[in-house]
C-alpha cells in the first residue's frame, strides 16, 4: 500500500498545491491514501470548514494539525463533527476533536492515524511518547498500518519518537519546521522514519512566510504581521509504501513537487 504524506499547508498557495497536484500524483504514483497536515491552511494559521472541505475535496484523505489547531474560533463545531480532522491527541482531556482514527482507503484498507505535538520548545502538553504508544497499541486491534505525525520543534524529540514506536507503527513522519529534511530510513524493526515532510507552500518565503516582513522583525525588532509569501509553490512530502499483511515500510521516498 502506498500512502502519500504531505508537509505543513501555507495558506493559499499551499492549497492551490493540493488541489492542482495531488491527485495528479495520485494517479502518476498508483497513491492509495492520502495525509496532510492542514494547521497552517487557512491565512497561514488554523483552519476553517470552507478550506477543508476544499482540501478533502481535491484527493486529500485525512488533516492532521499541530500547535495552530484553535487558531480559528469555528474550529471547536468543525472537530467535534468532521472526523478526517485531527488535533494533537495529547491535549489535556477535554479538548474537542481526536488524535487518533482508523479511517478506510478506498481500497477497503484500513489505515490508523495518529497526530501527536512534541514539548521541546512547545507548550508542554501531555506526554507524546506515552500517547502515541497508547493509542498505537489500540489502533493495532484494528490495523496493521499506523501513520504517525509528530507536529514538533526539536529534532531529537522527533528522532527519538521514531526510536521508540520503531516496530509498533507503520511510520513517524514530522512536520512543523516547514524545512524538508533528507534523513528518510527504514529503521530497524520496519518503521519508516523523516524528521520533517516539508512545507507545501510558497518557497521564496521564510518558512512560508514574505521575506520583508521576516527581515524586517530580524533587523528592527519591532512587531510586524507576517504576510504568506506567493512565488515559487511546491508540494513536499513523502511517500511511503506499506506491506498490507505485516504493517512495516517497505521503502520511503522524499517528494518534492513544482506547480
Known sequence: MKILFIGDIVGSPGREAITKLV????????IDFVIANAENASG???ITAKVSDELLG????????GDHIWKKPEIFELISREKRILR?????????????TVFTAKNGIKVGVINVNGRVFMEALECPFKGALKAAE?????????IVDIHAEATSEKVALGWYLDGKVSAVLGTHTHIQTADEKILPKGTA?????????????????????????????????????????????ALVEIDEKTGKATSILRIQKKL
Open 138 to 146: 489500540e489502533l493495532a486491534k484494528d490495523t496493521k498500518i499506523i
Open 193 to 237: 522514519y523523516l524528521t520533517d515532510a516539508g512545507m507545501t507552500g510558497p518557497y521564496d518565503s521564510v518558512i512560508g512566510r514574505r521575506v520583508e516582513d521576516v527581515l524586517t522583525r530580524f533587523l528592527s525588532l519591532i512587531p510586524v504581521k507576517f504576510q504568506v509569501a506567493q512565488d515559487n509553490i511546491q508540494l513536499h512530502g
Open 58 to 65: 481535491s484527493g486529500v484523505d485525512v488533516l492532521t494539525s
Open 88 to 100: 494533537p491527541l495529547n491535549f489535556p482531556n477535554g479538548a474537542p476533536g481526536s488524535g487518533a
Open 23 to 30: 491527485i495528479p500524483l495520485k494517479q502518476e504514483l498508483g
Open 44 to 46: 497561514g494559521s488554523g
